[in-house]
């Protein structure tokens, strides 16, 4: 099948012309087949994330909810500067769970 093979051989998502995927280094790789946020920029600059969750570098989820909530503003702040774009310029935030 062609996107199965696609991503074998493919690190990246494919996201096209106007779209790049947000996969900072310094937050642990996504636990699946998923970006974990795709940069969007026409008249507006978007950020789409894609869940983002308390895994730290090394892989590791703190036991405590506060220690989490702390690992997933980190990495929220990580795909932002990824995305050359800071906390201070963004809109409300969107939260499910």
Avoid: F, K
């Avoid at 974990?36 to 983002?52: D, P």
């Avoid at 503003?73 to 995305?83: D, F, P, Q, S, V």
């Amino acid at each position: 099948m062609r996107g199965q093979a696609e991503r074998a051989t493919t690190p990246w998502c494919h996201t096209g012309g106007m779209n790049r995927e947000v996969r900072p280094l310094s937050i642990a790789p996504p636990a699946a087949n998923y970006a974990h946020a795709i940069h969007t920029e026409h008249a507006m600059r978007w950020l789409h994330t894609s869940g983002v969750v308390p895994t730290r570098p090394d892989g590791t989820v703190p036991a405590a909810l506060a220690d989490q909530a702390a690992v997933v503003w980190a990495n929220l702040t990580a795909m932002l500067a990824e995305a050359d774009m800071r906390r201070r310029t963004c809109g409300p935030a969107t939260w499910s769970a």
